[in-house]
């Protein structure tokens, strides 16, 4: 069975993963906290790319979007996640929904210009609107999180209680993802990705499902900007920049698309090579770009793919 | 007699190529339909206006007297209208299984269930195990699609579109391309889909059509020139023209 070996190279991924998360921390805590939060914008954007098939080329503005509004409301109202997560991923999903509405009417590169147009719209909009995104400078003082209900409250002041707190949030995103993409909506969604004509010859109504991953996607996506707004205590313009789009169309590349492991790995390389490479030379951006062709040219499917054809000639 | 489809008097051009000109048909309740005619006759754009991939330039399509026309694929297929195509149009990078399963979740009703395993719906799973049977695709079940033989892609291809339950069931040429002893095992197989299913196929192959269809519909540059039981078409003489005349 195909299955078998698809879950031994989960579960090896998942073993790596725990190993790293149990030893990294002591090492360098900030970086894997950034790792984790672009593993959970790079699943997100994976959900659509990888297994339903639309490539975004603005997937950043669900992240900014996330970020900025999360940093309105903890610098001027509350930082209290029980009151800023539902806000700010109910404004993500609503603004996935009119974004999914238009752009998904399209497909192939029409969708990847319009999903880019819209995310450069927003950067637009962030660098302009100075009272509340703080322009070009962007919003300085971000607290870190805390919860709180009635008189109990927990803060996340501290590097180490925020490194918890996003790896909680990592692996329930990767726990919902990995039941998402299982579970009958999931093979509803890779069945669009191989073939979507078909889908709708049998009964399926494509572009409803298509908007509800795309809703998804951004959810998550908005879910890790969140989290970087926090970790940062700042959040600028370059949040929703099509560089950061970019870079997380890469994560999902060299990781392995239609996985969820290999774009977490495919994070873990883009964000730790550069602060490895940059140690030794200044051109740590030459060395990503080789990096990147190596990958394109040699492994298209990612790094992922050298997992599963050792699994494949082993068993 | 009552009838299950009806076609009215529908147009279809490609800019000046005319290439469904007016054309009526009125299928019967579990009736197996035969249409024929030589290549560019426009039977492959009849079936794209029935299955609603092309919308008609004119007229009307009936479902059981509601009219359907202009509604999109998806609206089509569920109400019960499945399709195959002339070239396989499989998922290629799933297994035969799963191309099975996508057909029968959505009649199940379970496509959106998000949390769930698909593999935990048994009996979602069985039936695909048990249409796998039935087409002699058992085997191969596990490898994808891709690595079938071309005839064992054929046939999944009809599987795909009955795993749906439809009422209505287009065959565009099922055994195009086929060996002849896969030609025998389709014909069979279509042979023993159920009496109130209605069928309408596309066949350049005489004797298959004249061995499965109880009526015939013969298209000639988008016309129906002739329509009857099998044995009347054999001696109709403008049927024979017309085959005669392009070969």
């Known amino acids: 069975m195909p299955r078998a070996w698809l879950n031994t190279g989960t579960y090896r991924g998942v073993a790596l993963l725990l190993f790293l998360l149990l030893v990294f921390p002591l090492v360098i805590l900030s970086l894997l906290i950034e790792v984790l939060i672009f593993g959970i914008f790079a699943m997100s954007l994976d959900l659509l790319m990888g297994y339903t098939g639309p490539v975004s080329f603005g997937h950043a503005a669900f ?10 409301i903890s610098k001027n109202y509350s930082s209290n996640l029980l009151i800023t997560l539902p806000l700010v991923l109910a404004s993500v999903t609503a603004v996935a929904w009119l974004v999914g509405f238009f752009a998904l009417r399209t497909s192939g590169i029409y969708f990847l210009m319009i999903t880019l147009a819209f995310a450069q719209m927003l950067f637009g909009l962030a660098i302009k609107w100075t009272p509340v995104t703080g322009g070009s400078d962007g919003l300085a003082g971000v607290p870190r999180p805390m919860i709180g209900l009635g008189d ?52 399926y109504d494509t572009r409803r499902f298509k908007t509800t991953a795309f809703i998804l996607a951004g959810v998550f996506a908005g879910l890790a900007g969140v989290l970087f707004s926090h970790f940062n205590f700042h959040v600028g313009p370059e949040v929703l920049y099509w560089t ?31 602060s490895y490479v940059s140690s030794y030379t200044d051109r740590w951006q030459t060395i990503m770009g080789l990096v990147f062709m190596a990958f394109v040219l040699f492994a298209r499917e990612g790094i992922i793919s050298l997992w599963r054809k050792r699994d494949r000639m082993t068993g | 007699m009552s009838t299950i489809l009806a076609v009215e008097n529908i ?83 799933l297994t035969v299984f799963e191309n099975v399963r996508l057909a029968i979740q959505h009649g199940a009703g379970i496509s959106n269930r998000p949390l769930t395993p698909v593999r935990a719906f048994h009996e979602v799973n069985r039936e695909a195990e048990a249409l796998l049977q039935r087409f002699g695709l058992a085997d191969p079940a596990t490898r994808p699609a891709r690595s079938l033989s ?38 069979a197989l279509i042979g023993q889909m159920p009496p109130n299913l209605t069928l309408l196929i596309i066949e350049h192959d005489m004797d298959v059509v004249f061995s499965l269809a109880d009526r015939i519909t013969v298209l000639h540059y988008g016309e129906v020139i002739a329509e009857g039981a099998p044995e009347e078409i054999k001696g109709d003489v403008r049927v024979q023209e017309v085959y005669l005349g392009e070969g």
Do not use: C
Request: no cysteine.
């Open chain 1, 63 to 72: 992240f900014g979007l996330g970020a900025y509004l999360v940093g309105f």
């Open chain 1, 152 to 203: 109990l409250a927990w803060s996340f002041g501290t590097n180490f209680r925020f490194y918890y707190l996003v790896l909680v949030a990592f692996l329930l995103s990767w726990w919902l993802l990995q039941r998402l993409v299982s579970s009958p909506f999931g093979h509803t969604l890779r069945g669009i990705k191989e073939n979507e004509e078909r889908m709708a010859a049998l009964g």
């Open chain 1, 244 to 274: 950061m789009s970019g870079q997380v169309l890469i994560m999902v590349i060299i990781g392995g698309a239609g996985t969820l492991t290999g774009p977490v790995l495919g994070a873990a390389l883009v964000r730790l090579l550069p």
């Open chain 2, 11 to 93: 147009f279809r051009n490609f800019g000046g190529l005319m290439a469904v000109n007016g054309v009526s048909l009125s299928v019967a309740p579990g009736e197996r339909r035969g249409i024929i005619g030589p290549n560019g006759a426009g039977k492959t754009t009849l079936f794209n206006l029935i299955s609603g991939w092309l919308p008609p330039s004119q007229g009307r399509i009936l479902l059981e007297g509601e009219d359907v026309t202009g509604l999109p694929p998806f609206r089509l297929a569920r109400k019960g209208v499945a399709r195959t195509f002339q070239r396989n149009n499989l998922f290629l990078g």
């Open chain 2, 150 to 187: 071309y005839g064992e892609q054929r046939q999944l291809e009809v599987a795909i579109a009955v795993a749906t339950q439809p009422r209505i069931l287009l065959l565009d040429e099922p055994t195009a391309g086929m060996s002849p002893a896969e030609t025998a095992q389709m014909v």
